[in-house]
């Protein structure tokens, strides 16, 4: 696991407050010197060939999208092996995402690695500039990586369906958590054209998770405070407008032990579903 390796690596103690998934500059550029962690970067390939982490290979959070049918849904298990076989990743990688002021690619691309089977996946909270301004070491140019073998199985209990969630909203045990702004919950605006949220979902605003000028994700303390509300459930469902705000949320659950999927389908799908139940206001 990458908090064992950074533990062997360092007596650093921080590693073991985030729970092996938010890492700070520190902790990677150790687990960088340490080896056999892969640093994965989440931007368009265009800035990743202008400059990267050295060593880091390019898996751009905006090819993990379907290439058929809804460009808003997570890529087919076969689009996925050909992204991260063509990255070298493997079913044992030990990868670290990082970007730069996209925590929400990166934290997209967190949930869908772990949807397609890779255990063992953290992000680097902060960003690519920082990790320069440290003169820590950066390349440009393509890496030469060699083609890894994997086939990566889609993981259930990572990924919510629409029935998933219609049985969820019945279920006291369970909890739907609305990543949208308050005003598109509340139903005083929307990206559909369709207003409300899903009914017995709560509002937890993606921009809860973030620092205030949005270049990390908040103290686990602070988490906590945001999500008190849901720390008994036994099953945590996030969702937004097309998948990729809430994947902050599940982030953050992930971050603080708790049980949690995406609803990849979100608000776009439930709300463009005839015959499927809305709520308006708090």
Known sequence: ????????????????????????LDEVKALVDFGEVTLVDARPYIA??????????????????AKSGRSDLVASVTQMRGLMSKAGLDESSKVIIYGDTNLLNISRLFWVFETFGLSDVAIMNDSLTNWGKHS????????????????????????????????????????????RAAVE?????????????????????????????????????????????????KMNTVYCNKGKESASNYVAL??????????????????????????KGH
Request: charge should be negative; proline fraction near 5%; aromatic fraction near 10%.
């Open 185 to 233: 919950y509340k139903g005083e605006q929307s990206a559909t054209g369709v207003y409300g949220h899903i009914p017995t979902s709560i509002n937890i605003p993606w921009q809860s998770n973030f620092t205030a000028n949005f270049s990390k994700f908040r103290p686990i303390d602070e988490l906590k405070d945001i999500y008190k509300g849901v720390e008994q459930k």
């Open 1 to 24: 696991m990458v908090l064992s390796l950074f533990l062997y690596a360092s007596s650093a103690h921080a590693a073991a407050g985030h729970q092996n998934i938010l890492l700070t």
């Open 136 to 179: 820590y070491p950066t390349e440009s140019g393509e890496q030469s990586i060699r083609s890894s073998v994997i086939y990566p199985t889609l993981r259930e209990g990572r990924l919510a369906t629409m029935l998933m969630v219609y049985t969820a909203m019945k279920n006291e045990e369970e909890s739907l958590i609305d990543a």
């Open 254 to 279: 992930r971050l603080l032990g708790k049980p949690v999927r995406a609803y990849d389908g979100s608000w776009h799908e439930w709300s463009l579903q005839e015959g499927l139940p809305i709520e």
């Open 48 to 65: 990743y060939k202008k400059n990267h982490i050295k060593g880091a290979v390019s898996v751009p959070t905006d090819e993990t999208f």
